[in-house]
């Protein structure tokens, strides 16, 4: 196959300037330190690519394969790591200073679905007017919610003021 590279990662075939070079036969075989003419020859006899494998060894390793299969494989190893990764979302639950402890208890039953579901937690404080000279009762409203969460978390930020809100980070405890 005469396929000139179009692929930056890999070079192949007639873009090799190297005048020898390791092959690796399309069966895994080592056939030695070869001329690359000598190689390409090979590789356009059993109508395959010559790729670059290892381009800073000495000398280049390269094999003899079909570069569009290995392309494809690529892709699908790409594809099914994708499938396996867990999205972690950060979901929010905002309470006020003047919240009421059942409103607490609601919206901790709320909190612990999103944990159990492995998601995170951003618990805000929201201070209006004047309730920010009490920032203390913000840590009491995150002490009782954290209370009523029981053990499916751990703590990833602690709570602290950030300008009107007091944010604390929740994570799902592992082998919750």
């Known amino acids: 196959m005469k396929v000139i590279s179009k692929n930056k ?7 090799i300037r190297d005048k020898e070079i390791r092959v690796i036969d399309s069966n895994g075989e080592a056939l030695g330190v070869i001329p690359t003419k000598e190689a390409l020859e090979i590789a356009h006899k059993k109508e395959l ?6 381009p800073n ?13 290995f392309v494809y494989e690529q892709q ?3 594809k099914e790591a994708k ?8 979901k929010e639950i905002r ?7 059942h409103d607490i208890e609601i919206k901790a039953n709320n909190a612990r679905k ?5 998601d995170k937690v951003k618990v805000t404080v929201r201070f209006r007017g004047r309730e920010i000279e009490n920032s203390q009762i913000g840590f009491k409203i ?7 969460l029981g053990d499916v978390y751990t703590i990833e930020k602690p709570a602290r003021q950030e300008g009107r809100n007091m944010i604390m980070i929740l994570a799902p405890k592992k082998g919750a």
């Open 49 to 54: 690519d010559l790729v670059v494998m290892s």
């Open 114 to 118: 999103f944990l159990l579901d492995e």
């Open 76 to 78: 699908k190893k790409e």
């Open 57 to 69: 060894a000495k000398p280049m390793v390269c094999k003899i394969m079909d570069f569009g299969k």
């Open 95 to 101: 309470l006020s200073a003047t919240i009421e402890e």
């Open 142 to 148: 995150l002490n009782l919610f954290v209370e009523k």
């Open 9 to 15: 990662d890999f070079m192949m075939n007639e873009d």
């Open 83 to 90: 499938k396996k990764q867990k999205v972690v979302t950060v």
